[in-house]
């Protein structure tokens, strides 16, 4: 996955309308890594800047992102 050698990743983002109108994206598969933006290019700016900072930190803090995960839907009442 990321190193601090700069390799490139690719993390799934959730993008959603937040309550004031901006779009929030979060990365699910790095804990607190949530931004937002005006529009939905700005927010992917954001997030992928966000991103950057807590991968910068992950090994000083002794965490690592899962190698293998699966992005499904289900159905629930509401």
């Known amino acids: 996955m990321y190193n601090s050698s700069m390799s490139k990743v690719s ?3 959730i993008l959603s309308q937040g309550e ?3 779009i929030v994206a979060e990365v699910p598969i790095i804990p607190g890594c949530i931004s937002q933006g005006a529009t939905v290019a700005e927010a992917l700016v954001n997030i992928r ?3 950057e900072l ?3 930190t992950r ?3 002794g965490w690592q992102l ?3 995960y699966f992005i ?3 159905e629930v009442s509401a």
């Open 72 to 74: 499904e839907q289900i």
């Open 66 to 68: 899962p190698t293998d």
């Open 49 to 51: 800047e966000a991103a």
């Open 20 to 22: 004031d109108g901006f």
């Open 59 to 61: 090994e000083a803090e």
């Open 54 to 56: 807590c991968l910068e």
């Open 11 to 13: 993390l799934p983002v």
